[in-house]
């Protein structure tokens, strides 16, 4: 049989027992984003601000509605329903925000705007997952390498954030909750990230 004061002590046990296990599981998304911010430091802070931008705009002109919940836990659920694809690299550089890298050659011919099949299957299988994700803004981003001529990597950037978001909506996702954006080399990545300046970035917001 437990004495009282035996009892006590169990029940304080059990008390710190379960507010630690609350912790862990509110405060995991926070601090798995903060984990995975410094694991990528090549990210372009300037570029991700435009596309916040971009995306707040949306929210604002009723386009997107807020996230019942909360936003967190909405891109939890976002960013496990991406991570089934290999090829994509999910950046979580915001509680509210995934940044979802993909390398421009799974998705283009070089130096080209045409997709190929893979670029298109890839595209394809984001777009029926987005599909059913409707609390996002989807800001696409596509920058080009420091190499080459200015004016040509930003017309083809351009016209490759617009090849991206005709395929998406080609799936019914909604222009109203869509903006791209082509870069050019604009916003390159520091040499000490160790990663290429050309990418493909789809921002996915909620409120």
Not at 53 to 81: K, R, T
Not at 84 to 111: E, H, Q, S, Y
Not at 124 to 149: C, P, R, W, Y
């Amino acid at each position: 049989m437990i004495s009282m004061t035996g009892e006590s002590k169990l029940r304080e046990k059990m008390h710190w027992f379960w507010i630690g296990l609350w912790l862990c599981t509110t405060a995991a998304p926070s601090m798995a984003a903060a984990a995975e911010r410094a694991s990528f430091p090549g990210v372009a802070t300037a570029a991700i601000d435009a596309g916040m931008q971009a995306a707040d705009a949306m929210f604002a002109g009723g386009a997107v509605s807020s996230a019942v919940g909360g936003a967190g836990p909405y891109i939890d659920q976002v960013q496990e329903s991406l991570s089934v694809f290999p090829d994509l690299l999910l950046l979580r550089v915001k509680d509210d925000m995934l940044v979802v890298r993909i390398d421009p050659a799974a998705l283009f011919r070089d130096d080209s705007n045409n997709t190929h099949v893979a670029g298109r299957t890839l595209l394809s299988n984001m777009a029926e997952k987005l599909m059913f994700l409707k609390k996002t803004a989807i800001v696409i981003q596509v920058h080009t390498g420091t190499t080459g001529d200015e004016k040509r990597n930003l017309r083809l950037s351009e016209r490759r954030a617009k090849s991206i978001r005709n395929h998406l909506e080609g799936y019914n996702l909604s222009e109203k909750r869509m903006a791209a954006f082509g870069y050019g080399d604009r916003y390159p990545l520091p040499a000490a990230s160790g990663q290429s300046s050309a990418r493909v970035n789809i921002l996915l917001k909620a409120r």
